[in-house]
């Protein structure tokens, strides 16, 4: 009797402990969010906040913008490209100030150094007018969803240029990712435009991917070129390389666009514009405006945070893209396209537990 009475004791006093215990975790994980809040100021908090929320308003922002343009009556591909570096001298704006607050001088511009700002300039000219193409023959939503590709190839290229460390989550999230693609190949007939041709839609996919790709080198030579030349990585260096990654950008993306006589163009394209040529500048101009935002959102939230929270938002974003077309544009959104949505957001929080294990690891 003894036995069976201590067993009975235990099994009454084991379920008491589990609110117990998981209250702690929660009592733990309050008190280190109490002091992680403490140790900064109101200030960085608020910076973040802004960050934040300019990353995930202005990026689909800028994408939803892309696509308003076509729909509309706006044919070139160069323009688009053109609009998204026309912004550098925002950033510029924001980078000479820092100067003064941080009581630094600006990075000396050697040989290696400039040649690798053109390198990178060059092929950003050539990603935006790969997004170009493919926000031409698809939906907002479809090429969202296959522009987070990108964080499959960020992986691949970070692992073979700068000797980031791949473990199972991150390796995990390259497949689910690649999956998620696959099953938005696999729904192509439902969200197609009747205006779109299947030659054009196909070509809309492979531009979407191939600038996917590029993006994802891009951002794997820019860390080398933080570790490599740099040495150090600050907010103000962060925003050197921007500024002079998007100038670099804008000067080859305007060759592009007078050897086109697309500038000529535009005005044509004004006139017949649904919604008049008012409609058609503002267009223009806020895709500019957004996509600056963006940009400098990310660099705030990677120097203030960390690259988990900014993948953490590049998670959010998709789906508010994604969900924003469909509301606003009304983007077809049929049941593959919905399991490619939670597919792809489940790799990314993949890829961001696996960020975070390595960055944990490496510490």
Known sequence: MQPLLESGRRMEEEPSNLPVSLWGRVSAFEARAREAYKRKPISHWILLVLSSAAMLVAFPASS????????NGGTSKWIISWVAVAGWPLTALILFPTYLVCKTSPTPLTLKLTFSYIVLGLLSAADNLMYAYAYAYLPASTASLLASSSLVFSALFGYLLVKNKLNAAIVNAVVVITAAMTIIALDSDSDRYGNVTDKQYIWGFIWDILGSALHGLIFALSELVFVKLVGRRSFHVVLEQQVMVSLFAFVFTTIGVIVN???????????????????YYLVLIW?????QLGVLGSV???FLSSTVLAGVLNAIRVPLTSIAAVILLKDPMSGLKILSLVVTFWGFGCYIYGSSSSSK???
């Open 287 to 291: 895709s500019t405006i957004s996509f």
């Open 261 to 279: 006589n697309d500038f000529q163009r535009m005005k044509y394209e004004a006139r017949s514009f649904e919604g008049g040529k008012s409609s």
């Open 300 to 302: 705030a939230v990677l």
């Open 361 to 363: 690891d490496s510490s």
């Open 64 to 71: 939803l913008l892309s696509r308003v343009y076509y729909a």
